[in-house]
Every structure is written in C-alpha cells, then in structure tokens.
C-alpha cells in the first residue's frame, strides 16, 4: 500500500538554524498537510496546500514557517530560525480529494531544538 | 474553538473486553474521523464517518456519530494487547481544508 514518507525521522538543530523537513506524500494526492505534536500535547495543524498554494493556515503557521512543492514528488517544511518551543513531532499528511477522504500520514520527523 | 475533547483520557482493560472511547466537538462538520498512534510513531486512520451517517463498522470497530450531541464514540471489540495504543478523533469542519484533532484516550490491553 503507498505510504507517505518523511526524512529525516530525527532531526536535532542548534536554536537560530534553518531547518527544512522533507515529506513525499501519496503519488496520486492532490491535498497536502502538516501537522506538529508537542510532546504529550494534542495534534495540531499548521497548513494545507492544494495546487502549489497554501489553501489555508493556523495561528502557528507565522512568518518563520514556509512550505514548498519543489518538485512533483516532494513536499517540504521550512523553519527560518528555530526556537526551543518549535521542539515537537511533525507529521506530514496527504489526501486524495477536499472532503470526506481519510487523510494519510507519514511516520513524522522528531525535532529537538537546542 | 473546534478542537474535540476525548473521555476518558485513559483506560485499562483485560484482553478480550470491549473498550469505548468517547468525543465530542463545538462546531458543524463534514465529517469525523478516529486515528489510532503507536507510541513514537505517526498516526494511523482507521474510520471515516460523515456527517450524515449515524454508523459505520470496520472489523472489530463501530464507529456512531450524533451530529444533534456533537459527539461520537468509539467501540473496539474483543480486544487484543496489540490495540494498546493512543485513540483520536479528529473532525473535518465544514468549509475548512484541515483536520481538528481532541485530546486523545490512551488504551491499554493488558494480556
């Protein structure tokens, strides 16, 4: 069954850096996701994007955050300059259509903020 | 605020048992679906159910959502220590492109 895949699983970066997490959701997918879970805190979302624009985005979702489809397989997160409190899990998650479809995530990349 | 809330927040059962978790949300909504995560890993969907739907069974599960209550529970049957995992529901709203996850209910299945 196809799976969407996220690289690195763990990532540990200096507070200050960029970082740039990497998803390569379901080929056939239209509707792309990220989400971020604190640890021991709920899912929350940041964004969604749907023909290479963001179709929508959270409070979180500030002007440190960027999203990319750079390529017609990939789909990135980037965080400008980092903060202790960016630490969390991050998920990436893909759909086929708009509404009532399931979404499908990836395993999430751990981010540990020093 | 959309976000659900899921009770209890914990529960022990016997393999075997059934387990019912419950949530419930504030607002209208296309539909709702539960997610079931391992500890450390990345969530896994398990049932759809849409807004106009009153049941939905898949497997051990049943699913029944009361769009009058704003709430939903989750009946996992016969279970198995292999269930022991964190539960969630997560509601599509209407009009939006995301999902609202609650707060979860962690499951234990004790052999």
């Known amino acids: 069954e196809p799976e969407v895949t996220q690289t690195p699983s763990h990532q540990v970066t200096q507070m200050g850096q960029e970082v740039i997490l990497r998803c390569v959701p379901i080929s056939n997918h239209l509707y792309f996701y990220w989400y971020r879970q604190i640890l021991g805190q709920k899912v929350e979302f940041l964004v969604s994007?749907?023909?290479?624009?963001?179709?929508?985005k959270s409070e979180i979702f500030d002007d440190q955050f960027s999203v990319e489809r750079p390529d017609g397989s990939n789909f990135t997160l980037k965080i400008r300059s980092t903060k202790l409190e960016d630490s969390a899990m991050y998920f990436c998650?893909?759909?086929?259509?708009?509404?009532?479809?399931?979404?499908?995530f990836g395993d999430g990349t751990r981010l540990s903020i020093l | 605020s959309q976000q659900g809330e899921e009770d209890p927040q914990a529960l022990s059962i016997q393999e075997g048992e059934n387990a019912t978790m419950n949530c419930s949300y504030k607002t209208s909504i296309n539909n709702l679906q539960w997610y079931r995560q391992n500890s450390g890993r990345g969530l896994v969907h398990l049932i759809l159910i849409r807004s106009n739907e009153r049941e939905k069974h898949s497997g051990r599960l049943r699913v029944t959502l009361d769009t009058s209550k704003k709430s939903s529970s989750l009946l996992i049957t016969a279970s198995r220590a292999a269930d022991t995992a964190s539960y969630f529901c997560a509601t599509f709203k209407t009009g939006a492109n995301n999902l609202f996850f609650g707060t979860g209910t962690r499951l234990t299945v004790i052999p």
């Open positions: 998650a893909s759909t086929q259509a708009y509404s009532n479809q399931p979404q499908h």
């Open positions: 994007f749907y023909n290479n624009e963001i179709s929508e």
